[in-house]
């Protein structure tokens, strides 16, 4: 069984976002850069799939500029066989939409022919939580949502996924091949040792263009503006319920 696993370069979680000076969008340059947290779930999931011996074979994918080869070194040295680089040079202006992301996963699956796909259920970036889902659409695979659990059954070919929703846990039966993205409390992805890390540098990254894929990766969206969001006031301190109520009804007007 292969496992093909998306995975994208955003901005440090642990980095304040900065919008440009001409507000075309966000500063990354000389900006700390990762894979987004919930790749990185979807990466030690799928490790630790092919650890228990429901897969062979493990291979990172990202649609990205070159820098994004720095992600995917990130996945190998976490324990992927290999990795395929669709290089894309974003302009600001025209962001890559979750639709194309999916054509771009979508051609690059048919291409792999893997049993299982697995994604983040969002990035930190955009928080779009899209992309999986238009994949599975455009695929026509089963899907499995925001998974806190995944059990294989290679014999059956068949994937159970448990996701948390309001009720409670929703246990869901898919067929193989399918398509499942994963939630915050699905795994606690490992640290690449040293030991890994040169592995990685060895190891293949396949490098190919949207254009060698026949995928059209054109924008119909157009950016205008990026701004920051209004700063908030400070909150201030009352001292009985009486003026709490007397502020919600003549300053907020909410009562």
């Given at each position: 069984?292969?496992?093909?696993?998306?995975?994208?370069?955003?901005?440090?979680?642990?980095?304040?976002?900065?919008?440009?000076?001409?507000?075309?969008?966000?500063?990354?340059?000389?900006?700390?850069?990762?894979?987004?947290?919930?790749?990185?779930?979807?990466?030690?999931?799928?490790?630790?799939?092919?650890?228990?011996?429901?897969?062979?074979?493990?291979?990172?994918?990202?649609?990205?500029?070159?820098?994004?080869?720095?992600?995917?070194?990130?996945?190998?040295?976490?324990?992927?066989?290999r990795a395929v680089h669709v290089l894309h040079d974003q302009d600001p202006a025209r962001p890559l939409l979750p639709l194309a992301v999916a054509k771009i996963l979508r051609a690059v699956a048919l291409q792999e022919k893997p049993d299982l796909v697995i994604l983040g259920k969002q990035a930190i970036d955009d928080d779009c939580n899209q992309t999986?889902?238009?994949?599975?659409?455009?695929?026509?695979?089963?899907?499995?949502?925001?998974?806190?659990?995944?059990?294989?059954?290679?014999?059956?070919?068949?994937?159970?996924?448990?996701?948390?929703?309001?009720?409670?846990?929703?246990?869901?039966?898919?067929?193989?091949?399918?398509?499942?993205?994963?939630?915050?409390?699905?795994?606690?992805?490992?640290?690449?040792?040293?030991?890994?890390?040169?592995?990685?540098?060895?190891?293949?990254?396949?490098?190919?263009?949207?254009?060698?894929?026949?995928?059209?990766?054109?924008?119909?969206?157009?950016?205008?503006?990026?701004?920051?969001?209004?700063?908030?006031?400070?909150?201030?301190?009352?001292?009985?319920?009486?003026?709490?109520?007397?502020?919600?009804?003549?300053?907020?007007?909410?009562?």
């Amino acid at each position: 069984m292969k496992i093909l696993v998306a995975v994208k370069r955003v901005v440090d979680y642990a980095v304040k976002v900065r919008v440009r000076p001409d507000r075309t969008g966000v500063e990354t340059a000389n900006v700390k850069m990762s894979m987004n947290p919930f790749c990185e779930i979807a990466v030690e999931e799928a490790l630790r799939l092919r650890e228990a011996g429901a897969a062979a074979e493990v291979v990172a994918a990202t649609v990205g500029p070159a820098q994004s080869a720095d992600t995917l070194r990130t996945a190998l040295a976490m324990g992927a066989d290999r990795a395929v680089h669709v290089l894309h040079d974003q302009d600001p202006a025209r962001p890559l939409l979750p639709l194309a992301v999916a054509k771009i996963l979508r051609a690059v699956a048919l291409q792999e022919k893997p049993d299982l796909v697995i994604l983040g259920k969002q990035a930190i970036d955009d928080d779009c939580n899209q992309t999986g889902q238009m994949l599975a659409g455009l695929l026509q695979w089963p899907q499995g949502t925001f998974a806190s659990k995944i059990i294989l059954d290679t014999e059956k070919q068949k994937a159970t996924v448990e996701r948390e929703v309001d009720g409670g846990i929703e246990s869901i039966c898919l067929d193989l091949p399918a398509v499942i993205t994963t939630d915050l409390r699905l795994n606690q992805p490992r640290y690449a040792t040293l030991p890994n890390i040169m592995k990685a540098k060895s190891k293949v990254i396949k490098k190919i263009a949207p254009e060698d894929l026949g995928v059209d990766i054109r924008s119909d969206m157009e950016v205008i503006e990026v701004n920051e969001p209004p700063k908030r006031k400070a909150g201030v301190i009352l001292s009985s319920v009486d003026e709490l109520l007397d502020k919600l009804k003549n300053e907020a007007r909410v009562l």
